[in-house]
């Protein structure tokens, strides 16, 4: 079905050429006269984008988008504005209009305009379809998902959860390890008892093993009384060992130990303490490298990766970060701040790095200090609105300067890269950046281009 595009406009040979330069790619054309048949149209079938003249008998283009969006209408509105009026084409986009173009304006920019006022409108349906699903079956015990790598991960958790196999989770930094630790314990005939979380990589050797397995009173300077360690504390339940692959030696001959006969003995002591502990371990590193390196025990890498579980980084699931956003924005209680289409592109073009950890605290800052209702590119940081993605993603590719230049130096480098491309087009650089073409022109300018 060709998409519907609403032409208000009281000048009848700008209604003719603009219906000629947009039936030729594909759309269907409705006119309107003024802003009474305007509205008129819109009652009688919603459009896909509109085209509205500023300046049109009464009511004019700006009151009929006032009205529009008071009735709580959501398509995209390009404003029509006369060299000089700028100033009321900035008033309209206050009250809800997506884009202007100022007159004369060219064919080829009008065309680029409603191609992606369309596509962003698209991503904003997306983003509120998202949003409502948050609570359904893509919501395991606060793992966000749509994905279907994601989402084979969840099944997986969900079938092997009611068991007590151990579990060995790999993944980057930032990508929800212990989130997915949480949900094996939540899912399981263990859920009412402890969960107990340790992170291995931050302890040195002594302190971890006196946190592991707990000491008595007197084993070491400073221990006046007896103190049970994790194994204890999470018996019956589950016990998290993150960053796996850094524990020492010493530790893992006992950790060994624990797992084969499930006894050990606290720093000090004599008497076996038996505990029934489900262990599910995590690592960003490559056991098998540590094992072929002499860093890792053999035995005890197959006596935790009984059940490996992998997560994919953040860059490889793009498809959840419109529902991520929506779910750190909901948990920071910012549900009513709106992020546009635009800023929400350049969210997902953006690598992350960090993962879902850099997201989460990327979406808490910017709805802290954003100015206004609406979360638009010049609230997100410098690195994701010049954020740089792979050539085989499809996405936009621009080749970063030489580190150790400031952010500005690489934005400017960005536009000029994209300026080159596109043979110095304002119109075409702006839409192969993903920014408006005011947006960017204000960056020219700023910069001096």
Same mark, same amino acid.
């Given at each position: 079905?060709?998409?519907?595009?609403?032409?208000?406009?009281?000048?009848?040979?700008?209604?003719? #050429?603009?219906?000629?330069?947009?039936?030729?790619?594909?759309?269907?054309?409705?006119?309107?006269?003024?802003?009474?048949? @305007?509205?008129?149209?819109?009652?009688?079938?919603?459009?896909?984008?509109?085209?509205?003249?500023?300046?049109?008998?009464?009511?004019?283009?700006?009151?009929?988008?006032?009205?529009?969006?008071?009735?709580?209408?959501?398509?995209?509105?390009?404003?029509?504005?006369?060299?000089?009026?700028?100033?009321? %084409?900035?008033?309209?986009?206050?009250?809800?209009?997506?884009?202007?173009?100022?007159?004369?304006?060219?064919?080829?920019?009008?065309?680029?305009?409603?191609?992606?006022?369309?596509?962003?409108?698209?991503?904003?349906?997306?983003?509120?379809?998202?949003?409502?699903? =948050?609570?359904?079956?893509? +919501?395991?015990?606060?793992?966000?998902?749509?994905?279907?790598?994601? =989402?084979?991960?969840?099944?997986?958790?969900?079938?092997?959860?009611?068991?007590?196999?151990? #579990?060995?989770?790999?993944?980057?930094?930032?990508?929800?390890?212990?989130?997915?630790?949480?949900?094996?314990?939540?899912?399981?005939?263990?859920?009412?008892?402890?969960? #107990?979380?340790?992170?291995?990589?931050?302890?040195?050797?002594?302190?971890?093993?006196?946190?592991?397995?707990?000491?008595?009173?007197? @084993?070491?300077?400073?221990?006046?009384?007896?103190?049970?360690?994790?194994?204890?504390?999470?018996?019956?339940?589950?016990?998290?060992?993150?960053?796996?692959?850094?524990?020492?030696? @010493?530790?893992?001959?006992?950790?060994?130990?624990?797992?084969?006969?499930?006894?050990?003995?606290?720093?000090?002591?004599?008497?076996?303490?038996?505990?029934?502990?489900?262990?599910?371990?995590?690592?960003?590193?490559?056991?098998?490298?540590?094992?072929?390196?002499?860093?890792?025990?053999?035995?005890?890498?197959?006596?935790?990766?009984?059940?490996?579980?992998?997560?994919?980084?953040?860059?490889?699931?793009?498809? +959840?970060?419109?529902?991520?956003?929506?779910?750190?924005? +909901?948990?920071?209680?910012?549900?009513?701040?709106?992020?546009?289409?635009?800023?929400?592109?350049?969210?997902?073009?953006?690598?992350?790095?960090?993962?879902?950890?850099? &997201?989460?605290?990327?979406?808490?800052?910017?709805?802290?200090?954003?100015?206004?209702?609406?979360?638009?590119?010049? +609230?997100?940081?410098?690195?994701?609105?010049?954020?740089?993605?792979?050539?085989?993603?499809?996405?936009?590719?621009?080749?970063?300067?030489?580190?150790?230049?400031?952010?500005?130096?690489?934005?400017?480098?960005?536009?000029?890269?994209?300026?080159?491309?596109?043979?110095?087009?304002?119109?075409?650089? %702006?839409?192969?950046?993903?920014?408006?073409?005011?947006?960017?022109?204000?960056?020219?300018?700023?910069?001096? &281009?």
């Amino acid at each position: 079905m060709n998409r519907r595009v609403l032409i208000a406009d009281d000048e009848k040979n700008m209604r003719w #050429v603009l219906r000629q330069a947009l039936e030729s790619e594909g759309y269907e054309i409705v006119e309107a006269v003024d802003g009474k048949e @305007a509205l008129s149209a819109v009652a009688e079938q919603i459009p896909d984008v509109m085209i509205i003249d500023h300046k049109m008998p009464a009511p004019d283009g700006m009151e009929v988008i006032r009205r529009l969006r008071a009735k709580g209408e959501q398509f995209p509105i390009i404003m029509l504005t006369a060299h000089g009026n700028i100033q009321g %084409a900035v008033e309209a986009m206050k009250v809800g209009a997506t884009e202007y173009l100022q007159k004369p304006f060219d064919l080829e920019e009008l065309k680029l305009a409603v191609d992606k006022a369309l596509k962003m409108s698209a991503l904003a349906a997306e983003v509120d379809r998202l949003r409502e699903e =948050l609570d359904r079956e893509y +919501d395991i015990e606060g793992i966000v998902a749509q994905d279907s790598t994601m =989402l084979a991960v969840l099944e997986t958790v969900q079938k092997v959860a009611p068991t007590s196999a151990t #579990v060995m989770i790999y993944g980057e930094s930032g990508t929800g390890k212990e989130l997915v630790a949480r949900a094996l314990h939540k899912l399981s005939g263990r859920a009412e008892k402890p969960f #107990v979380s340790v992170s291995a990589g931050a302890l040195p050797e002594t302190l971890l093993e006196s946190e592991l397995f707990g000491y008595e009173k007197g @084993a070491f300077t400073g221990a006046v009384t007896a103190k049970p360690g994790r194994f204890e504390m999470a018996n019956g339940g589950t016990l998290f060992l993150d960053e796996i692959g850094d524990i020492t030696a @010493a530790v893992q001959v006992k950790l060994l130990r624990v797992l084969q006969e499930r006894t050990f003995e606290r720093l000090g002591g004599t008497r076996s303490i038996e505990v029934d502990v489900r262990v599910v371990a995590a690592t960003n590193q490559d056991l098998q490298q540590l094992i072929a390196d002499g860093a890792f025990r053999e035995d005890l890498y197959y006596r935790l990766n009984v059940v490996p579980i992998t997560l994919p980084p953040l860059r490889k699931r793009k498809g +959840d970060i419109p529902l991520l956003v929506a779910h750190f924005m +909901d948990k920071i209680s910012a549900g009513d701040k709106r992020i546009t289409p635009e800023a929400m592109q350049m969210l997902v073009d953006y690598q992350w790095p960090g993962n879902i950890r850099e &997201l989460e605290n990327t979406i808490e800052r910017i709805a802290i200090l954003a100015h206004g209702p609406e979360i638009t590119p010049e +609230d997100l940081p410098a690195e994701v609105r010049v954020g740089v993605t792979s050539a085989s993603s499809g996405a936009r590719c621009f080749v970063l300067p030489e580190t150790g230049v400031d952010l500005e130096e690489v934005e400017m480098d960005l536009i000029k890269q994209a300026l080159d491309r596109t043979g110095s087009s304002v119109p075409k650089a %702006a839409k192969l950046l993903g920014l408006t073409t005011k947006t960017l022109e204000a960056r020219m300018s700023r910069f001096g &281009l």
